[in-house]
């Protein structure tokens, strides 16, 4: 059945979730976990949309606890992730196994967890084409390559560019833009920002714009957000208030370059035009907890998805302030009659935001969600006990939206 979901239970220490965003027919997410006991991991998830199969692959990550994970939209064999560790050393890179790294890079020293941020390489044949099954069980544990290191500074989340090449991470109260060279083997800090004002201000999270050539970055930092230029790591607006309490997350409308989505714990979900930040131009009260994650959908971006703590995962369609209010543009000459005067009749109608659907399938927090960069209708949602979920719009919106 279409409509039907699929999932696998993962470590209940497995916190980070990204899509894989270079160009690939395959559906792939990656998760990366948080664990103090064990050696932390990227698992790799497949998924085999034709026979509702999902099929996962273990990498060691062995530098830290993952607290953000990126994928390269221009390399899919290439990730980027903030981590916790101990003493974060200022070492040199040897062409050792990970073990080795890990002793070279990382010490504890006294006991100091730091915030450490690096790029790595997966194995060639675990990238998209490769050659080995990734359900081979009697193969041993894959290893990360280690690229560079992101430093110095004690980033909270690498935040990948649109062309692969830059990254921005942000460190407590500074937001950092790195230039990566010679296929991401070496980061060069190209320049930076701090936050000002009174007390300990502190970046929460942040993201990319799709829009202006990749030159401009949202942060939030308790409940205000924040525009950048990137070329002169410039303010370019403010909005102090956002939410009435901390913004967890943030995300620009692919299609529209000014609309910017944001949430928090104050259980709401804010829609914002950066050219106008007085009020919020729309406001979901659809969680009943604090809001960890909203995000639009690639290619239609009247599809919102959020996540939340009180278990749910609500898909929303907001087309009112989409890019496409009134459905597609469809030439006159390929209707009849009776297709105008309908097609003319619902133009006239004001578009109806509203939830489209509910999923109660986690039984704890979920902490994440994103869309698959491969197809478009599908989408992945993680909660705090492990359970990896994955989605698809229903079968009837996908086709009211394509016909």
């Not at 209708?377 to 086709?399: C, E, T």
Request: aromatic share 6%.
């Amino acid at each position: 059945v279409e409509d039907d979901m699929a999932s696998v239970d993962l470590p209940s220490d497995a916190r980070a979730l990204t899509p894989q965003t270079a160009e690939t027919d395959a559906i792939r997410f990656l998760v990366g976990t948080q664990s103090l006991k064990y050696d932390n991991q990227v698992h790799v998830i497949d998924f085999d949309d034709e026979n509702n199969i999902i099929s996962k692959t273990v990498l060691l990550h062995q530098a830290g606890e993952i607290w953000h994970i990126s994928a390269s939209p221009a390399d899919r064999g290439v990730l980027a992730t903030c981590y916790s560790q101990g003493e974060c050393a200022r070492g040199g890179l040897t062409g050792g196994g990970l073990g080795q790294q890990r002793a070279e890079l990382f010490r504890a020293a006294d006991s100091k967890v730091v915030t450490c941020a690096a790029v790595w390489r997966m194995p060639a044949e675990l990238e998209p084409g490769g050659q080995e099954s990734p359900e081979d069980a009697a193969s041993p544990a894959h290893a990360l390559e280690l690229l560079c290191l992101l430093e110095p500074a004690m980033p909270r989340a690498p935040l990948g560019a649109g062309d692969g090449k830059r990254v921005v991470s942000l460190a407590d109260s500074h937001i950092l833009l790195w230039d990566l060279e010679g296929s991401s083997s070496q980061a060069t800090l190209a320049s930076s920002a701090s936050l000002e004002g009174k007390g300990q201000l502190k970046f929460t999270t942040g993201r990319w714009s799709p829009h202006h050539n990749c030159s401009q970055v949202a942060t939030a930092n308790d409940t205000a957000i924040r525009g950048w230029d990137t070329r002169t790591m410039s303010q370019i607006y403010c909005i102090e208030s956002a939410h009435g309490q901390l913004v967890r997350d943030l995300d620009f409308n692919p299609n529209k370059q000014y609309y910017l989505a944001s949430c928090g714990d104050d259980c709401k979900v804010k829609f914002w035009d950066t050219r106008n930040v007085a009020e919020p131009v729309k406001t979901l009260e659809e969680h009943s907890h604090w809001v960890w994650n909203v995000r639009y959908n690639h290619s239609h971006d009247q599809l919102v998805l959020t996540g939340s703590s009180d278990s749910r995962v609500i898909l929303s369609n907001m087309v009112s302030i989409s890019s496409e209010p009134f459905g597609h543009l469809v030439d006159d000459d390929d209707l009849s009659d009776q297709e105008e005067r309908r097609l003319e009749e619902k133009s006239q109608e004001p578009p109806q935001d509203s939830v489209i659907a509910t999923y109660e399938e986690h039984e704890d927090s979920v902490y994440a969600v994103d869309w698959s960069s491969a197809d478009p209708w599908l989408f992945a949602s993680l909660s705090y006990d492990g359970r990896l979920v994955i989605n698809r719009v229903p079968r009837a919106l996908k086709y009211h939206i394509l016909l």
